[in-house]
């Protein structure tokens, strides 16, 4: 007994050592045997890596170096789980056997708070053995084939003689004794009194059965059994059970042809009762059968540890490896995967009659509630750049807007927002109507153009009655929604399980207040998941009152939202008014039972890959590139943008032409007034001033991303400055501009306010403008100001484009300057210029006018005309003779280069006339230079006034 046990090899499994059965150590006695492996194996690969097994030989003589021993026990998270093996390609230990597959090798992007579940991290464990003649590689290929039950290995093929089928014992000097072990081995056994077929000891009495192949995964308690989670690889899974398309089918609840109801209607509708924390009878809206595997299916895993239960849902589900790609986590690519889905009706949305919902000049403006950290954000901003303005409405802490990791999309054109506490709680209806008021300030008092919502929270533990949990969420983002929609705007919203008459109330009401509903589960949604999305089209007129009802239910939640109160709201459209729609009752019935079925399906696969870690989806790969062909994403990794040298960005955008940006404008003068062919052709702004010692306060700005913002003089000798002014610009902007001071008041009461007000413009985030019409750039200049206006951050500097005259309304330019008083001590007046009212200016503003810029925006032999008798403009060629009254395409238009070359200044000097003081007249001085009755009077002239 005591030779036994000191020969016997010893297998360390945790912190547990076994001792090994004495039949089993015949076949543990190779040329090379391996003792012990490492001690700790982490079966966390999220947190840390797996250390690197290590291997002692054993002390037996060199000349039978003729086999490895296969390693024992099988407890790697490697060896149960394919995705996170070395190499996955197909391995066998024996040939005659084939080959089986392993399932790829993936790794988890990090999911944010929004999605409906976290994802694991991938790790490669690395083998190292010490002291072995076999290549590493190879010896770990047995060993895991033989932990996994996977093809014959060496092992299993050497040992199947110790248990025959019909039980009978092996002759002793059989084929297994000569021909599978070594001399020494059979030597040593024979020694300790081995016979073929029996077990050893003094009676026999050791076991002479192979001691079978461990099933130890994780962190499991030696032997603990799953019931249904049984490790095996028999378990096969039909992959025609499923339907996958990578087109998906979107099905709408036929329109309502009813009014909206009343709020008179609606106060009625509503029902309190007490609280209800169980699902399994709500089967109103479903089919029983359904709800009841669905229960079953979900409890099947409460057993299962979650890091087992990732990894099968990682190999199982078809759609997976899609993940984030370029974008922050997940979300964003279920919006990229539904914005397809639905024909990009959220980023280029049309109305009923199939035109454009945003114009040329206009925005297009979304809301994002309850979505930190703003993956549905930044695919919008990815897809229309900053010609997109967001506002964002989310928890702060922990899972808010995580703007600082938008690389797809850049931030620049989305403004958070958290209400009246700051603290972005939707279940305060106060805070929402404060959003909502700040959302339509900064859109004319219009509204969006559609709105997200993807709210959830933790519900560990009580999977079941999530649909319950969060009752009080899904009302309280309907009502934000209706409350900053514009009419004929879209909205989306994640639900999970709608089986009870309060969840179908919500979504009926949804029906009543658009002209089209649908329930729609994305394929980048997981399927096992309760997850699915309501999409409304097409907000209705006249839907206030539903709005006004959403908002009183929201208020009442928030009375009855204590942890001991036990009153709640049972419904807020009774169950009969919901049969009353036979239409609308059938379709929900429909989509429950439908994806309740698909739910099944997909809970049962995963049930399967959990238990035979050999399965895995083979379509992954293909599905991948075919969804983001069709979404329109390219399939790429996601990076951090590149900041580039300002010098080097500045040549990428002006094409390496920059000798002309030295350039000063000319001066103007009674000659040059005589020159002018065309009045139509001139264009002017009103300069203003920065610091009165600052002597030139003109500059190019210019971005690399963000606050990666530079300015430059346009001189050779001058480099290119970092602006220390609270600046954030799209990468890709190019500008011409000046800093300028506003003031707001006079006197004593006047306050300053730092601003850059925009002249003219090369390139504005990644649209170049520099060969349009000057007009046409302006446009583009104001479109560009209004997206980046950010008036909750006092931090930055605002953006202004500068008002432009035309040369015949010069007039109406004066009427803008008038004498101001500044603030201080001399209480001097100064000529001040009156700048337009903003939606963000909350009182008139003002700034210093130093002089007036004036640009010829037609190129020869072109000039623009104005007709008279038709009462338009038009376009004359001198050359040719021909006129035209659109703007020919080529040759006609100055583009940024001829209007900075042709440039004119007219400084306002302090002998130089504009307004007439108390000791001057309006007559005009004939002193040679240019005064403001000069002006007024040739413009008079040549209009034949």
Same mark, same amino acid.
């Given at each position: ?90 391995? $066998? ?18 999911? $944010? ?252 403006? !979304? ?270 990794? /996601? ?95 190019? !500008? ?105 200016? /909350? ?103």
């Amino acid at each position: 007994h005591h030779k036994l046990t000191r020969n016997a090899s010893r297998i360390t499994l945790g912190f547990w050592t076994v001792v090994q059965a004495p039949s089993l150590a015949m076949s543990m006695f190779k040329a090379k045997m391996l003792s012990d492996t490492s001690e700790d194996d982490t079966d966390n690969d999220h947190d840390s890596p797996k250390k690197a097994p290590s291997f002692r030989a054993a002390q037996v003589p060199k000349k039978s170096a003729a086999y490895s021993m296969p390693k024992l026990g099988g407890d790697d998270e490697d060896e149960e789980d394919g995705s996170n093996t070395d190499d996955w390609e197909g391995r $066998s230990g024996n040939e005659e056997t084939g080959k089986s597959k392993k399932a790829p090798h993936s790794s988890e992007d990090s999911e $944010s708070a929004d999605s409906d579940d976290s994802d694991e991290g991938n790790v490669t464990n690395t083998w190292s053995q010490r002291g072995s003649r076999k290549a590493p590689m190879a010896a770990n290929k047995k060993r895991k084939n033989f932990a996994q039950g996977g093809s014959e290995s060496k092992y299993t093929k050497y040992s199947n003689s110790f248990s025959n089928d019909d039980d009978e014992p092996a002759e002793s000097g059989s084929g297994l004794s000569m021909g599978n072990y070594s001399n020494v081995s059979q030597k040593l056994m024979a020694s300790m009194g081995y016979k073929a077929g029996a077990g050893l000891g003094k009676n026999n009495q050791g076991i002479s059965d192979i001691i079978p192949t461990s099933k130890q995964r994780g962190r499991r308690g030696l032997g603990l059994s799953m019931e249904g989670l049984e490790p095996s690889a028999d378990v096969k899974w039909d992959f025609e059970k499923e339907e996958v398309n990578v087109k998906e089918r979107v099905d709408w609840i036929p329109e309502c042809e009813e009014e909206p109801p009343n709020i008179k209607t609606l106060r009625e509708w509503v029902t309190e009762g007490k609280k209800k924390l169980t699902i399994d009878d709500e089967t109103c809206f479903c089919d029983e059968e359904v709800l009841k595997q669905i229960i079953e299916c979900k409890s099947v895993f409460d057993r299962l540890e979650p890091e087992e239960m990732r990894r099968a849902r990682t190999r199982s589900n078809p759609f997976e490896t899609i993940r984030g790609g370029i974008f922050l986590n997940r979300a964003a690519m279920k919006m990229a995967n539904m914005d397809s889905a639905f024909d990009f009706m959220f980023t280029s949305p049309v109305d009923e009659n199939g035109d454009p919902m945003v114009g040329p000049d206009d925005l297009l403006y !979304f809301a994002d509630v309850c979505a930190g950290p703003g993956g549905f954000s930044e695919y919008v901003l990815w897809r229309k750049g900053w010609q997109a303005k967001g506002f964002g409405f989310t928890l702060k802490g922990p899972n808010d807007f995580k703007l600082e990791d938008f690389f797809a999309g850049s931030p620049d054109t989305f403004e958070p927002h958290y209400g009246v506490h700051d603290d972005g709680d939707i279940f305060v209806p106060e805070n929402v109507r404060s959003f909502s008021k700040f959302v339509k300030s900064s859109t004319d008092n219009q509204g969006v153009h559609f709105v997200m919502a993807d709210g959830g929270f933790s519900v560990e533990g009580q999977e079941n009655i999530q649909e319950i949990l969060s009752k009080q969420l899904y009302l309280c983002q309907f009502y934000t929604a209706l409350s900053v929609l514009r009419t004929g705007g879209h909205f989306v919203c994640k639900l999970f399980d709608i089986f009870t008459v309060y969840s179908v109330g919500l979504v009926y009401l949804m029906y009543r207040a658009f002209r089209h509903v649908s329930i729609f589960k994305p394929n980048t949604s997981r399927p096992a998941n309760s997850e699915r999305y309501i999409v409304c089209k097409w907000r209705r007129p006249d839907t206030k009152d539903i709005e006004d009802y959403m908002y009183e239910l929201c208020c009442r939640f928030k009375e009855i939202s204590s942890v001991t109160s036990q009153v709640d709201i049972a419904e807020v459209v009774p169950l009969e008014v919901i049969n009353d729609d036979a239409v609308f009752a059938k379709y929900i019935r429909e989509s429950n039972d439908r994806l309740g079925r698909a739910q099944i399906t997909h809970l049962t696969k995963i049930r399967a890959f959990a238990q035979n870690s050999e399965l895995y989806e083979e379509r992954q790969s293909n599905l991948r590139k075919e969804c983001l062909k069709l979404w329109k994403v390219p399939d790429l990794a /996601r990076l951090d943008p590149k900041r580039p040298p300002p010098e080097t960005k500045f040549k990428e955008l002006t094409k390496n032409e920059v000798s002309y940006f030295e350039r000063r404008p000319d001066e103007l003068t009674p000659k040059f007034l005589e020159g002018i062919k065309s009045l139509h052709d001139y264009r002017c702004v009103v300069c203003g001033e920065w610091k009165p010692s600052l002597r030139d306060n003109k500059f190019f700005f210019l971005s690399a991303g963000r606050k990666q913002v530079y300015k430059w003089t346009g001189m050779s000798t001058d480099q290119w400055k970092k602006v220390t002014e609270g600046l954030e610009l799209p990468a890709d902007t190019l !500008f011409y501009g000046e800093m300028v001071q506003e003031f707001a008041g006079e006197g004593r009461q006047q306050k300053r306010f730092n601003t850059i007000h925009v002249i003219d413009a090369l390139v504005l985030g990644k649209v170049s403008v520099k060969d349009k019409h000057y007009e046409e750039r302006m446009k583009w200049v104001q479109k560009f100001v209004k997206a980046l206006s950010k008036p909750s951050r006092n931090d930055l500097t605002p953006l202004r484009a500068k008002e432009v005259f035309k040369l015949p309304d010069v007039e109406s330019l004066f009427e803008r300057i008038s004498w101001k008083q500044e603030k201080g001590a001399s209480r001097n007046m100064r000529l001040s210029c009156t700048v337009p009212q903003e939606p963000r200016d /909350r009182e008139e503003k003002h700034f210093s006018a130093t002089g007036v810029l004036f640009y010829r925006t037609t190129k020869e032999p072109w000039h623009e005309e104005y007709s008279s008798s038709s009462q338009r403009r038009y376009y004359y060629n001198t050359m040719t003779r021909k006129s035209d009254y659109e703007m020919p395409k080529y040759g006609c238009a100055a583009t940024f280069k001829d209007c900075f070359q042709t440039a004119t200044l007219w400084s306002w000097a302090s002998n130089v006339q504009i307004l007439p003081t108390r000791t001057q007249s309006e007559e005009c001085p004939n002193d040679g230079k240019v005064h403001r009755m000069t002006l007024v009077n040739f413009v008079r002239k040549r209009l034949g006034k």
